[in-house]
Antibody, heavy 119, light 106 residues
Framework: QVQLQESGPGLVKPSETLSLTCIVS????????WSWIRQPPGKGLEWIGY???????NYNPSLKSRVTISVDTSKNQFSLKLSSVTAADTAVYYC?????????????WGKGTTVTVSS | DIQMTQSPSSLSASVGDRVTITCRAS??????LNWYQQKPGKAPKLLIY???SLQSGVPLRFSGSGSGTDFTLTISSLQPEDFATYSC????????FGQGTRLEIK
């Protein structure tokens, strides 16, 4: 059974780059799309972007200028970088598998990791 | 961007009640609509995909319907473990979520 685990610093200073990794276990990263989603405290879910195992990406237009998602198939993991962070980027960050079965949906999620932007 | 609007934003109900949550898209999305359940401090859980397909392992009391711009999630008989926040999500190329509906115990 596929499981996802986010990892990375819990505290990032303003103007710096947030970096997170999602390790995929129990299955291969190949032949799937992989997403990052975040949830600010007390607010709804916001999609950040996704990557196909081959490396093609799609980003939320509102974050596109600051986001890079990459994949390392040899390590069965994918990563998120968000540059020039501000307090508004404080959130729980989730990674998820975006599955395709004639329709797209996110069927496996990590537990989430809290990132606080503060000096 | 496609905007997703859920109603109500919050809802109080009792165990055994039938509950319906509505999600409206700002443009036609066909059946590209998913529903998630989220409990405090936990990751979202997929309930319904493609508007009406029940995810494996999800109880049959959950059902989804609709197409185009108007969608509903129905819980036929509320159980104690169903009190949570429910979010819709359109699965077009640029994904967007509704703002969530918080289902509370009356």
């Amino acid at each position: 059974q596929v499981q996802l685990q986010e990892s990375g610093p819990g505290l990032v200073k303003p103007s710096e780059t947030l970096s997170l990794t999602c390790i995929v276990s129990g299955g291969s990263i190949s032949n799937h799309y992989w997403s990052w989603i975040r949830q600010p405290p007390g607010k709804g879910l916001e999609w950040i972007g996704y990557i196909y195992y081959s490396g093609s990406t799609n980003y939320n237009p509102s974050l596109k200028s600051r986001v890079t998602i990459s994949v390392d198939t040899s390590k069965n993991q994918f990563s998120l970088k968000l540059s020039s962070v501000t307090a508004a980027d404080t959130a729980v960050y989730y990674c998820a598998r975006r599955r395709y079965n004639y329709y797209y949906y996110m069927d496996v999620w990590g537990k989430g990791t809290t990132v606080t932007v503060s000096s | 961007d496609i905007q997703m609007t859920q109603s109500p934003s919050s809802l109080s109900a009792s165990v055994g009640d039938r509950v319906t949550i509505t999600c409206r898209a700002s443009q036609n999305i066909g059946s590209y609509l998913n529903w998630y359940q989220q409990k405090p401090g936990k990751a979202p859980k997929l309930l319904i995909y493609a508007a009406s397909s029940l995810q494996s392992g999800v109880p049959l009391r959950f059902s989804g319907s609709g197409s185009g711009t108007d969608f509903t999630l129905t819980i036929s008989s509320l159980q104690p473990e169903d009190f949570a926040t429910y979010s819709c999500q359109q699965s077009d190329s640029t994904l967007t979520f509704g703002q969530g509906t918080r289902l509370e115990i009356k």
